[in-house]
């Protein structure tokens, strides 16, 4: 147990440096994370020494190394990233006039592969999907997609926890919501993640298995009074037409080439 509890330290030091931008003190690490310095000291140099890490000029002290983009590469050869895509989500950033992201569907869990967005419309950061799927639009069509049997497993797993004032938990008006959710081929959250936050998603799918999403693509808006100048309301239209039609072209791009890398033309 005390070697799970050092992995899981040192993972907690990889994700205060890569949040951190370029590069932080191990003074500064250990302060977020409330370790002591000798310990934060050592997993630091730890990650360095497998590549995970780099020291950069002293009073920058750390920042993500090498070995990661290998890492990244190798997740996104198994999922499901239609050709194109970096064009598909900057116009439906510029259609929508909102942030917009593309995530990839593996087995029950949500890989958020790209984003396209601006100081203006900036893409919501979500830790981690597990425990939250019930919450947000993309992991509705996720819930949405999956059979009776699979959605129970997963809601096992995950739990409904209340993540905000209208976060939905209960389990039998989930399923009334992603019943609809497969009628609509739309899912919202409407300030269930997060207060004054609300996502629209739309599914992407393979060209042999339209019943099935294997990702989606999501706008994201900061909630303001209904009928106001950004509301939800108010720019419902457009950015259901955007988001409905960046996945019909992200679903499309599979038939003519099943493509697993990144492409940011």
């Known amino acids: 147990m005390a070697g799970l509890g050092s992995v899981h330290r040192a993972l907690r030091v990889l994700e205060v440096v890569a949040e951190a931008g370029d590069g932080i003190t191990a003074k500064a690490v250990a302060r977020r994370l409330e370790y002591n310095l000798s310990t934060t000291y050592h997993l630091l140099t730890s990650l360095v ?47 929508a006039g909102a942030a917009v992201l593309y995530a990839a569907f593996r087995d029950a869990d949500v890989v958020v592969v790209a984003t396209d967005d601006c100081p203006e419309h900036p893409v919501p950061t979500i830790s981690t999907w597990r425990g939250a799927l019930h919450a947000t639009a993309v992991g509705k069509l996720l819930l949405a997609g999956l059979t009776e049997a699979q959605r129970t497993e997963v809601l096992a797993r995950d739990g409904l926890d ?68 950004g509301s939800l309301h108010d720019r419902r239209v457009r950015m259901e037409r955007a988001v409905r039609a960046a996945a019909e072209r992200a679903s499309a791009a599979f038939a003519d080439e099943v493509s697993t890398r990144w492409d940011p033309r």
Not at 57 to 84: H, M, T, V, W
Not at 162 to 189: K, P, S
Not at 210 to 217: C, K
């Open 49 to 95: 020494a497998d590549g995970y890490l780099v020291r950069l000029e002293p009073a920058r002290g750390f920042g993500l190394g090498p070995k990661l983009p290998a890492l990244n590469d190798r997740l996104r050869s198994q999922l499901p990233i239609p050709p194109g895509l970096g064009a598909t989500l900057r116009e439906a950033h510029t259609t």
């Open 162 to 229: 209340r993540h905000a004032h209208r976060t939905i938990v209960d389990r039998d008006e989930l399923d009334w919501e992603l019943d609809g959710v497969r009628r609509r081929g739309l899912a919202l959250d409407r300030s269930e993640l997060r207060e004054r936050l609300a996502c629209m998603a739309a599914p992407v799918h393979l060209p042999d298995e339209p019943s099935v999403p294997v990702g989606a693509v999501s706008v994201a808006v900061p909630v303001v009074p209904a009928g106001g100048p």
